[in-house]
């Protein structure tokens, strides 16, 4: 373990008047909490109906699930390049995993491909706002209308995002916002789900008022983490957990069995202020992201920009990646490398996979990697993260967003 100055890879902001309301909620705690975090979303994201889940992949299955019950089929396209919690949730929904490549420039959907994965067995397609880039929801509703297939919108790191000045997450069928630790914004564990439709809305109601609440016991171990959390993010202090191999900073996970709960009143507190750590987050990732555009690429991006969770850059190949990770790492710098593999080449699905390719998946899977983006990053962790970056090669280094402009 090394004692030094660590940026991690991404964090969401956390005030100590957060700690305090969510210690005054673990043993006070009401329904007005739980009310008020509903009323809230509603207000902010003009939307009709509101659900707070424990985690972002049970608020995808109680989706899944949902949507099962209105429909008998059984198909869920989701991207070939994603967090492994994704396909985890159709998993566990008892559905079938359906991947369709990914274009590595957009990271959205190769459409081409999108369009011979959809057949009158598809239920939804799980349209994923990967580091907060919109996907084409335009082309996505296109090709589901004439089908009467339901669209979905993972929403879990584009959380305050917008496409065409609407919120991503409001503007498919049903969406959902992850509220994990470092995400846009965070309560530990949680996430809501969100939806205009009323049909489908009764769908989820039906399955949410069978579930029980995250309960004391697990609430009051969140709130410890999120203290511990609240703390050693600070990048004089990450050097601590980053060192702790057991804590699995950063691994990505296929989940064969989660829990799914209602967010208690007690977690729900610990939102008080979410509204204004939501601005205050996104507000800094397009300052960050701009000075990236900047910096590394010669790119003056005008506002508005992307509020990236992480900035995602493709190198030329996977021994660039790795040479590029490895000197983040010695220096500190919160450099990462996301998702290991494609969707079809997880270990527990290997075998349902065995004949099919994703060459663009398999790219971004070998080639990526992402910068981080938030509020604890000084202008000299920034110039130190560009500089790791041959400006020589900048022509061979691909970053993943310049249709940016053509998708917001």
Not at 68 to 95: D, E, H, M, Q, W
Not at 279 to 284: H, K, P, R, V
Not at 364 to 393: G, N, Q, S
Request: glycine fraction near 6%.
């Amino acid at each position: 373990m090394r004692i030094r100055r660590t940026v991690p890879p991404t964090a969401a902001p956390i005030k100590p008047i957060d700690l305090v309301e969510g210690l005054v909620g673990l043993f006070r705690a009401g329904q007005r909490y739980h009310d008020g975090l509903e009323k809230g979303i509603k207000e902010h994201f003009d939307v009709s109906h509101v659900l707070c889940i424990s985690s972002g992949k049970a608020a995808l299955t109680l989706i899944l699930l949902a949507l099962k019950n209105l429909s008998n089929r059984k198909r869920v396209v989701i991207p070939a390049y994603t967090c492994f919690s994704v396909p985890s949730s159709v998993a566990k929904a008892g559905l079938e995993i359906v991947p369709c490549d990914i274009d590595p420039v957009t990271l959205d959907f190769d459409y081409d491909c999108l369009k011979t994965k959809i057949t009158h067995e598809t239920l939804c397609i799980v349209a994923t706002h990967l580091f907060g880039i919109p996907a084409n929801l335009d082309k996505v509703k296109e090709l589901c209308v004439e089908k009467g297939v339901f669209v979905v919108e993972d929403a879990a790191q584009a959380m305050g995002g917008e496409h065409k000045g609407r919120k991503l997450g409001t503007i498919g069928d049903v969406g959902f916002y992850s509220l994990g630790r470092g995400k846009n914004i965070t309560c530990g564990s949680g996430a809501i789900i969100v939806t205009n439709s009323d049909i489908i809305a009764a769908a989820l109601t039906r399955q949410y008022t069978n579930l029980e609440e995250t309960s004391f016991a697990e609430d009051l171990k969140n709130f410890a983490q999120f203290c511990f959390m609240s703390l050693f993010i600070w990048p004089y202090l990450y050097w601590f957990p980053a060192g702790m191999p057991f804590l699995k900073l950063g691994q990505t996970f296929f989940y064969k069995d989660f829990a799914i709960r209602k967010l208690s009143g007690r977690r729900a507190a610990l939102l008080q202020n979410w509204c204004d750590r939501l601005a205050q987050s996104n507000q800094t990732r397009t300052k960050v992201a701009l000075d990236f555009f900047k910096n590394i690429f010669m790119n003056n991006v005008e506002e508005p920009c992307i509020p990236y969770l992480r900035f995602p850059i493709l190198v030329q190949d996977r021994k660039t990646r790795d040479q590029i990770y490895a000197r983040s790492q010695a220096k500190g710098l919160g450099i990462s490398l996301m998702y290991p593999t494609a969707v079809n080449e997880i270990e527990e699905l290997k075998t349902a996979f065995a004949e099919q390719v994703f060459p663009g998946a398999k790219r971004v899977a070998e080639t990526l990697v992402t910068l981080p983006t938030h509020h604890l990053l000084t202008d000299t962790d920034k110039k130190a993260i560009c500089d790791l970056f041959d400006r020589t090669a900048v022509p061979e280094v691909q970053q993943t967003a310049f249709s940016t402009s053509e998708v917001v």
